[in-house]
């Protein structure tokens, strides 16, 4: 397969410098995220965007493609943020991952009960598209992540690195699980942080594990 640049605004499902196209990802979302996403029309989603649902359908065919968009966009957005956590300075794999995961949990804060089942139910294939680039973006990151720990001392140098990384992605998919996880129940940011440290504990070598505990006293943090 021939490589293929992707750009911002592939990613986002806007065209490059369409701003309004954007303020209508970036405000859509908010109203899915808060309302959830069956219980919105697009009448709602005009009106609480202040434009007539004509100039609303002028950027986006129809609700599927605007929750398609929205997800895209989102996921473009949060990879932005994750990146930035990586790129710091002065940080080693446990503290990256840790970076990561507040992150990720601060993204997931807030999100509507129904959102994953709306998703799985009634855009399956936007729900599908998303998780697969999660996993893509999971498996790099943790790729990664468990060579640096290991070179660091941090990790077993016996890892078998895809073998957990692809363990690592299927602990991520359980999370959207709605039957096992209900969200009534289940917190996805409470969640996230049980994955990770069920994680590290399971990587780390005793250096790690010393680091780990210290790290998660003085956050405050049980681990």
Known sequence: MANEKITAADQAGAEPGDERLHRILDESARIFWKLGIKSVTMDDVATRLGISKKTLYQHVTD??????????????????????????????????????????????????????????KYHPEAFRNMLANKRREIFECNTQNMARGIKEGLYREDLNIPMIATI???????????????????????????????????IASKKGLDYLEKKMTKERVHA
């Not at 995961?101 to 807030?110: D, F, H, K, Y």
């Not at 602990?171 to 069920?198: K, N, Q, T």
Request: proline content about 3%; charged content about 25%; hydrophobic content about 40%.
């Open 63 to 120: 609700k599927n493609d605007l929750v398609d968009r929205v997800l895209k966009h989102l996921s473009f957005c949060y990879k932005c943020d994750i990146d930035a956590v990586r790129a710091r300075d002065k940080q080693n794999a446990i503290d990256e991952l840790y970076a990561i995961t507040t992150t990720v949990a601060g993204q997931l804060q807030g999100i509507h009960p129904s959102i994953h089942f709306d998703l799985e």
């Open 168 to 202: 690592y992605i299927a602990r991520f998919d359980m999370v959207f699980d709605g039957a096992l996880f209900p969200p009534d129940r289940f917190s996805m940011a409470d969640l996230h942080w049980e994955i990770f440290r069920y994680h590290v504990r399971g």
